[in-house]
Nanobody, 129 residues
Framework: QLHLVESGGGLVQPGGSLRLSCAAS????????IVWFRQAPGKEREGVSC????????YYVDSVKGRFTVSRDDAKNTVFLQMNILKPEDTAVYYC??????????????????????WGQGTQVTVSS
């Protein structure tokens, strides 16, 4: 079982930045696709970004394009979500999830999939003045 731990959330003013981390318990390069989801109170969970197992394919939901950047540090088995120009509507609990490459490849249908088997505990991001 792959364990994931998110960190980096907090309270930030509109226009500010945060960097979230998703630390995995073992090697992820060429092994796991990593997806960031978020869920705001009273709303459905939303896919934010996906980076495939090779790091070559990256996708974002339209609402964060140009503001958020996902990256991987495979030496540290960690995926980052750099969030800039934050807006109040970005307020949510952010989760990272992972799927092994045998079943999850190329971020196919990433934002709609509900079967990622590995999840972190989430980290709260609050954007407010």
């Amino acid at each position: 079982q792959l364990h994931l731990v998110e960190s980096g959330g907090g309270l930030v003013q509109p226009g500010g930045s945060l960097r979230l981390s998703c630390a995995a318990s073992r090697w992820i390069l060429n092994a796991y696709e990593i997806v960031w989801f978020r869920q705001a109170p009273g709303k459905e969970r939303e896919g934010v970004s996906c980076i495939d197992s090779t790091g070559d394919k990256i996708y974002y939901v339209d609402s964060v394009k140009g503001r958020f950047t996902v990256s991987r540090d495979d030496a540290k088995n960690t995926v980052f979500l750099q969030m800039n120009i934050l807006k109040p509507e970005d307020t949510a609990v952010y989760y990272c999830a992972a799927g092994r490459v045998a079943k999850f490849r190329g971020c196919s249908a990433w934002s709609h999939r509900k079967d990622y088997p590995n999840w972190g505990q989430g980290t709260q991001v609050t954007v407010s003045s």
